[in-house]
């Protein structure tokens, strides 16, 4: 299961629509590995003032691991992520996280080519 879903959130999700905010604390408190590497990009990019920031750390384990995957692979998460700290985010591998500036659209476009993708493989990571 990829979140834990308080019967609260359920009975609304049930009733309509779910408020941004109220799916992000639900994404917060079930993914925390992922929530605190995300938002330790976008504190680093913002000290920065760079367009984006990226993690190269693998996780500590194959359950941190599975949160980013979980994490990242959904669509819903992902935007509501990406509107919550109002960045755009990218995935490579396993574990390469980055958060970009929205209007660092150059970056953005080179970090998910094929190429960056391909020169960022490395033995360790064929089977993670």
Same mark, same amino acid.
């Given at each position: 299961?990829?979140?834990?879903?308080? %019967? =609260?959130?359920?009975?609304?999700? #049930? !009733? @309509?629509?779910?408020?941004?905010?109220?799916?992000?604390? +639900?994404?917060?408190?079930?993914?925390?590995?992922?929530?605190?590497?995300?938002? /330790?990009?976008? $504190?680093?990019? =913002?000290?920065? @003032?760079?367009?984006? !920031? =990226? %993690?190269?750390?693998?996780? *500590?384990?194959?359950?941190?691991?599975?949160?980013?995957? #979980? +994490?990242?692979?959904? =669509?819903?998460? #992902? @935007? !509501?992520?990406?509107?919550?700290? @109002?960045?755009?985010?990218?995935?490579? %591998?396993?574990?390469?996280?980055?958060?970009?500036? *929205?209007? /660092?659209? $150059? /970056?953005?476009? $080179?970090?998910?080519? *094929?190429?960056?993708?391909?020169? %960022?493989?490395? *033995? $360790?990571?064929?089977? +993670?």
């Amino acid at each position: 299961m990829s979140l834990s879903v308080s %019967n =609260d959130l359920l009975d609304q999700a #049930r !009733a @309509g629509e779910v408020d941004d905010a109220a799916f992000v604390a +639900c994404v917060r408190d079930s993914l925390p590995y992922a929530w605190a590497t995300i938002t /330790a990009l976008v $504190e680093r990019r =913002d000290r920065s @003032g760079s367009d984006f !920031a =990226d %993690n190269h750390v693998p996780p *500590p384990d194959e359950a941190a691991r599975g949160q980013l995957l #979980r +994490c990242l692979a959904s =669509d819903a998460m #992902r @935007g !509501a992520l990406e509107r919550h700290f @109002g960045v755009r985010l990218a995935f490579q %591998n396993c574990h390469r996280v980055a958060v970009f500036r *929205p209007e /660092a659209t $150059e /970056a953005y476009r $080179e970090f998910v080519t *094929p190429r960056a993708q391909i020169l %960022n493989q490395s *033995p $360790e990571l064929v089977d +993670c």
